[in-house]
């Protein structure tokens, strides 16, 4: 049986983890590089590294996280953060990457995603939306979280994997930090409209937020978070574990 | 030496990258007399596989890789590169593959659950067939370990082959093995310390290196 999947997110800033609360006060965590072995080690099922820098040495030294941790870590990498053209996906898929997510550079260039699809399989590409609840529905929002695109979340997912995403993470930004469980409302809604697979982001606190989600909505196939897992507040083979007894199936 | 073959297809750092961790030496290459003087061989691919197999013949490693594997060298498919060893393909049209083993590659669609979701992604468990005995891949693999699977077409007609089903809502094919030919739908660089011990049992048949 196909397992639900753990996946821990590595914020990464001039080669360094980071983690914010409602996506802001970023605080220093860890060495990615150490970290990512670590949650290897605990059984994470895929690691995703957000590349969260702006300048051009911070990029490099991503890139040099990215080949260090392929290099000793076999398990599913996705990454994203920056990716706007064609070129960024070469750039990390030759470091390492096995999925790439594209979330502001789809807003601004729809056209990135088909031609991405076309060039690396819909397999490679992750969308990844940043979703608040708004005027009784879901809007998507750009530049992590802090511009309101007006567009209609639901809407953009659909078209995203029509041209051609062959996964989405759904980030609540609703939820994201405050350790109150999944956005469950927001992902039925979504798991509805898409075929492809959905990995819920966003309000994990505890073990039983993932039971939760995976009870809930049957159709999620994956959970992921960043704070609980790096401050050791959930330990991943206990998680795995408690998600075992309860009778979902994961890999131990 | 194991030579991972590049053909155009895909990207092959983390296979390298594997092989080097398990302390395999390894070389991604183009170049037939490479391929002719490794010990064993790896056929990765991802993508479709008509522009794959076509990028196999007109490279002319096609016919290196027929020769090679005629000769009794280890050749190991991963993926898209062990839907190649079949004969045929019904992706988007029919399309040869290396007929290095018997059978077909269709989609698996129609023999799944309409509420299945695909492509498969994912990490899903293996299960050997009770009728053949474990094959040497899986000496260190338990039935129900998990590996990863990225796909949509699967190796279908190819019974006498299979080494390792795993279930999705139907059993679709694995793993396949005749004499030195094998192949493993999943990624074992991608699937842990599982994967990890397919690569170690890989560099193992046909002898030391």
């Known amino acids: ?252 | 030496m194991i030579a991972i073959i590049d053909y155009g297809v895909g990207n092959l750092f983390s296979l390298r990258s594997s092989f080097h961790f398990i302390g395999a030496e390894a070389c991604v290459s183009s170049d037939p007399d490479v391929l002719r003087k490794a010990d064993r061989l790896i056929l990765p691919g991802v993508g479709a596989f008509a522009d794959a197999a076509a990028k196999l013949r007109e490279s002319g490693l096609a016919e290196v890789v027929r020769e090679e594997a005629g000769s009794g060298k280890p050749l190991m498919g991963i993926c898209l590169g062990m839907q190649m060893l079949f004969e045929r393909s019904l992706e988007y049209g029919e399309h040869m593959g290396l007929g290095l083993l018997p059978g077909s590659i269709v989609s698996m669609e129609p023999v799944i659950p309409a509420n299945f979701k695909v492509p498969h992604i994912g990490w899903n468990q293996l299960y050997f067939p009770a009728d053949k005995p474990k094959h040497a891949l899986f000496s260190q693999a338990k039935e129900g370990d998990h590996v990863y699977f990225v796909h949509t077409y699967y190796a279908a007609d190819c019974d006498s082959v299979v080494i390792a089903n795993t279930d999705y809502g139907a059993p679709l094919t694995a793993a396949v093995a005749k004499e030195n030919v094998m192949g493993c739908q999943f990624h074992p660089e991608k699937s842990g310390p599982v994967g990890l011990n397919i690569l170690r049992a890989f560099c193992r048949i046909g002898g030391a290196i």
């Not at chain 1, 995703?48 to 000793?72: C, H, N, P």
């Not at chain 1, 030759?94 to 991405?116: E, F, M, Q, T, Y």
């Not at chain 1, 469950?184 to 898409?194: I, Q, Y």
């Not at chain 1, 960043?226 to 507040?233: K, L, P, R, V, Y």
């Open chain 1, 1 to 252: 049986m196909l397992a639900k999947r753990i996946i821990p997110c590595l914020d990464v800033k001039n080669g360094r983890v980071v983690k914010g609360v409602n996506f802001l006060g970023l605080h220093d965590v860890s060495s990615p590089v150490d970290l990512a072995r670590r949650y290897s080690d605990h059984g994470a099922d895929e690691l995703v590294f957000y590349d969260i820098t702006a300048s051009a040495e911070g990029r490099q030294l991503f890139t040099d996280v990215l080949r260090k941790v392929a290099a000793e870590i076999f398990i599913p990498l996705t990454v994203g953060g920056g990716i706007n053209t064609l070129d960024d996906f070469d750039r990390v898929l030759k470091c390492g990457a096995d999925k790439v997510s594209v979330n502001s550079g789809a807003l601004r260039d729809p056209s990135l995603i088909s031609a991405a699809a076309r060039k690396y399989g819909d397999q490679c590409v992750v969308l990844s939306a940043d979703v608040k609840r708004q005027d009784g529905g879901w809007r998507v929002y750009a530049k992590g979280g802090r511009e309101d695109t007006g567009r209609d979340a639901i809407e953009w997912i659909r078209s995203c994997v029509e041209q051609g995403a062959g996964e989405v993470v759904l980030n609540s930004i609703d939820a994201d930090g405050v350790k109150t469980g999944f956005d469950l409302e927001m992902l039925e809604a979504v798991c509805s409209v898409v075929q492809v697979p959905v990995i819920a982001s966003g309000g994990a606190g505890s073990m039983n937020d993932f039971i939760e989600l995976f009870r809930s909505i049957p159709r999620v196939d994956a959970g992921l978070a960043a704070s609980i897992f790096h401050f050791d507040e959930v330990a991943i083979p206990d998680l795995k574990l408690c998600l075992h007894q309860a009778g979902i199936p994961v890999r131990l």
